[in-house]
T-cell receptor, first 115, second 114 residues
Framework: NAGVTQTPKFRVLKTGQSMTLLCAQD?????MYWYRQDPGMGLRLIHY???????AKGEVPDGYNVSRLKKQNFLLGLESAAPSQTSVYFC??????????????FGPGTRLTVL | AQSVTQPDIHITVSEGASLELRCNYS??????LFWYVQSPGQGLQLLLK??????LVQGIKGFEAEFKRSQSSFNLRKPSVHWSDAAEYFC????????????FGKGTRLSVIA
């Protein structure tokens, strides 16, 4: 099992450019999450999904969009990148409650810099 | 509202010394509790978790944590710290049922000195 993988690992954008971050999990998990991590701020939830075709807003959704067209993939889009979106982005997945271990499994992160 | 507080932003301990990282939570329902560790440049790895039963839980790398319902705390401990334990540690709380995402604390950075 690869677990949770994220593509790309690093990216530099110019202000106004767009990009999509891909998260993939091979554990057949229902729930998937996107977080951003900034110094002193901990992990902040951007968007999440409780199943294929469903998404919901988290704590800091502005400037981001997501899609969950396939159960194993969760995409995070930046339509018009801003310097404030410079961060490390983490994807996570989790199985349904009552199906054993219920922790979130994290990907290795994507470091994004917006100039 | 659910919340997790890790009062210590940064802790420095000597190698071989004992360690306790504090975590306090506020949660209306029966909670799941977790501790994660993040080494520099890495993702988060689960150290241990509490669902029910014995309030003292053992995790990987020699860590343990004790759930104290009366104090709404889930402190992480290790009797003898190794230099490789230097990392950031996150406490998280979640619901036993439902699909509410985990709520994370802001983390405690641990430095280990010789």
């Amino acid at each position: 099992n690869a677990g949770v993988t994220q593509t790309p690992k690093f990216r530099v954008l110019k202000t106004g450019q767009s990009m999509t971050l891909l998260c993939a999990q091979d554990m057949n998990h229902e729930y998937m999450y996107w977080y951003r991590q900034d110094p002193g701020m901990g992990l902040r939830l951007i968007h999440y999904s409780v199943g294929e075709g469903t998404t919901a807003k988290g704590e800091v959704p502005d400037g981001y969009n997501v899609s969950r067209l396939k159960k194993q993939n969760f995409l995070l889009g930046l339509e018009s990148a801003a310097p404030s979106q410079t961060s490390v982005y983490f994807c996570a997945s989790r199985t349904l409650p009552g199906q054993g271990a219920n922790e979130q499994f994290f990907g290795p992160g994507t470091r994004l810099t917006v100039l | 509202a659910q919340s997790v507080t890790q009062p210590d932003i940064h802790i420095t301990v000597s190698e071989g010394a004992s360690l306790e990282l504090r975590c306090n939570y506020s949660y209306g329902a029966t909670p799941y509790l977790f501790w994660y560790v993040q080494s520099p440049g890495q993702g988060l790895q689960l150290l241990l978790k509490y669902f029910s039963g014995d309030t003292l839980v053992q995790g990987i790398k020699g860590f343990e944590a004790e759930f104290k319902r009366s104090q709404s705390s889930f402190n992480l401990r290790k009797p003898s710290v190794h230099w490789s334990d230097a990392a950031e540690y996150f406490c998280a709380v979640g619901a036993v049922s439902g699909n509410t995402p985990l709520v994370f604390g802001k983390g405690t950075r641990l430095s280990v000195i010789a």
